[in-house]
């Protein structure tokens, strides 16, 4: 049971335009989300958080927004940048297990130049 | 941020042997989770190392079939034993962020291990 989605494997964008990842989740006992980047033969990159309290956080080009009755948020990069192509996992952390992430499957973004 | 460092960083293993994973911190942790990331599918908690203490498994996941050393608080080992091609995975250490960080979700993590069982 995927607990954490991302339905989209794959997304390509043309440098400059705006990226948009997507992630939905079923457990409501999630309160706090994390976007991960990574690259090939490198371990995940933390790139922004959000807690459930919240519906938005920035952080320069990065903006992810959290959708709490839809059980959906989404990663904004804008503008998008060839050095911004990995793979992007989205996370959430359950309230009441303190240490533990449950996450998406990723989405490979590749941005054109 | 902290730093990690895993060997091997890949390795070709035959079927029913056993291999260990290495993950040195540069700052001292308490608690260090190793996850795993099969083919196409997302990244896997298989437990979380305390030091001086018995590892926490996730369900599915056996002591027998992943035995983990934490003898310090800057080093772990993970060992995958009796191998079989579905354990074909990339095996990543991971860390918290340090005393400052009061979420749970600011893991850093090594580079991973990519083992290719056959």
């Known amino acids: 049971d995927q607990q954490v989605k991302q339905n989209s494997p794959s997304l390509s964008v043309q440098e400059g335009r705006i990226s948009i990842l997507n992630c939905d989740y079923t457990?409501?006992?999630?309160?706090?989300f994390l976007w991960y980047k990574k690259y090939p033969a490198e371990g995940p990159t933390f790139l922004i958080s959000i807690s459930s309290i919240k519906d938005k956080n920035e952080d320069g080009r990065f903006t992810v927004f959290l959708n709490k009755s839809a059980k959906h948020l989404s990663l904004h990069i804008v503008p998008s940048q060839p050095g911004d192509s990995a793979v992007y996992f989205c996370a959430a952390s359950p309230k009441e297990y303190g240490n533990k992430l449950v996450f998406g499957a990723g989405t490979i973004l590749r941005v054109k130049s | 941020s902290a730093v990690i460092s895993q060997k091997p960083s890949r390795d070709i293993c035959q079927r029913g042997t056993s291999l260990t994973i290495q993950c040195q911190v540069d700052s001292q942790v308490t608690m260090m989770f190793w996850y795993r990331q099969q083919p196409g599918q997302s990244l896997t908690l298989i437990a979380t190392a305390n030091q001086g203490s018995e590892a926490t498994y996730e369900s599915g996941f056996v002591i027998d079939k992943f035995p983990i050393s934490r003898p310090n608080l800057t080093f772990s080992t993970l060992t995958v034993s009796n191998m079989s091609p579905e354990d074909s995975s990339i095996y990543l250490c991971?860390?918290?962020?340090?005393?400052?960080?009061?979420?749970?979700?600011?893991?850093?993590f090594g580079e991973g291990s990519r083992l290719t069982v056959l």
């Open positions: 457990n409501s006992m999630f309160d706090y």
């Open positions: 991971s860390v918290r962020g340090g005393p400052w960080t009061t979420q749970t979700g600011e893991l850093f």
